[in-house]
């Protein structure tokens, strides 16, 4: 696999996880390994887990984008720390009512389906089933643009849990085109329409940056 690199400074290295590819090892190809391979001292890290080195963070498998690597311990241990904002592109074919709007609503693992998550909406609480303990989480929404019928949603998080944005989406009736867990809607995309575009951080020697990768699929709203 070809590896996109988009920055390395101060301990840190972004890369792009193309769509269809996994995270980490497992049944799919993955950017991990790639990486390790690629990067051998990324992976004498000591990160989250052994087969990952310095893998701060993951995406799902049909989310593209990017994912950031801590180059050194010292690294890890700070930017798995740090304030990372990440900022994401998604596709709806819903126009919202609104021009930006807050989703703060915990996330869940479903009761039976351990593919899918739950957005525990309050005044829903009582009817849901739902695994283990609740996860809070708050996803920032921003309305773009709209082109052919296509709408391009701004998404916004900081920590964020598993399909956090994809179940905020579908929570308030804007459900990612082409996700095949949480819409219901048929359409012929490939994979879901999400992309990690763009991170924010400051880095180990202070400094803030912005890494910003825009693919071709999305240059049309610009």
Same mark, same amino acid.
């Not at 801590?70 to 930017?79: G, I, K, M, S």
């Given at each position: 696999?070809?590896?996109?690199?988009?920055?390395?400074?101060?301990?840190?290295? +972004?890369? /792009?996880?193309?769509?269809?590819? @996994?995270?980490?090892?497992? !049944?799919?190809?993955? *950017?991990?390994?790639? $990486?390790?391979?690629?990067?051998?001292?990324?992976?004498?890290?000591?990160?989250?887990?052994?087969?990952?080195?310095?893998?701060?963070?993951?995406?799902?498998?049909?989310?593209?984008?990017?994912?950031?690597?801590?180059?050194?311990?010292?690294?890890?241990?700070?930017?798995?720390? +740090?304030? /990372?904002?990440?900022?994401?592109? @998604?596709?709806?074919?819903? !126009?919202?009512?609104? *021009?930006?709007?807050? $989703?703060?609503?915990?996330?869940?693992?479903?009761?039976?389906?351990?593919?899918?998550?739950?957005?525990?909406?309050?005044?829903?609480?009582?009817?849901?089933?739902?695994?283990?303990?609740?996860?809070?989480?708050?996803?920032?929404?921003?309305?773009?643009?709209?082109?052919?019928?296509?709408?391009?949603?701004?998404?916004?998080?900081?920590?964020?849990?598993?399909?956090?944005?994809?179940?905020?989406?579908?929570?308030?009736?804007?459900?990612?085109?082409?996700?095949?867990?949480?819409?219901?809607?048929?359409?012929?995309?490939?994979?879901?329409?999400?992309?990690?575009?763009?991170?924010?951080?400051?880095?180990?020697?202070?400094?803030?940056?912005?890494?910003?990768?825009?693919?071709?699929?999305?240059?049309?709203?610009?």
């Amino acid at each position: 696999m070809e590896i996109l690199e988009i920055f390395k400074k101060d301990g840190i290295l +972004a890369v /792009i996880k193309p769509q269809g590819f @996994a995270s980490v090892p497992g !049944k799919l190809p993955d *950017i991990c390994s790639a $990486v390790l391979k690629k990067y051998p001292h990324i992976a004498q890290v000591n990160g989250f887990n052994k087969s990952e080195g310095g893998l701060l963070n993951r995406l799902d498998n049909e989310t593209g984008g990017i994912l950031l690597f801590a180059e050194t311990d010292e690294a890890f241990e700070y930017y798995k720390k +740090a304030i /990372i904002n990440k900022y994401y592109y @998604a596709i709806t074919n819903r !126009k919202p009512e609104w *021009i930006e709007k807050d $989703v703060d609503f915990p996330i869940a693992h479903h009761y039976s389906d351990k593919a899918r998550m739950v957005t525990i909406i309050p005044d829903k609480e009582k009817s849901l089933k739902y695994r283990g303990k609740p996860q809070n989480a708050q996803t920032h929404l921003r309305f773009i643009k709209e082109i052919d019928f296509q709408i391009l949603i701004e998404a916004q998080i900081t920590k964020g849990c598993r399909h956090q944005i994809r179940c905020h989406m579908a929570s308030v009736n804007l459900p990612i085109l082409g996700d095949k867990l949480y819409s219901k809607t048929k359409n012929a995309t490939t994979y879901h329409q999400l992309y990690c575009y763009k991170v924010a951080f400051k880095t180990l020697s202070g400094e803030n940056v912005e890494i910003e990768h825009i693919p071709e699929e999305l240059k049309k709203f610009f």
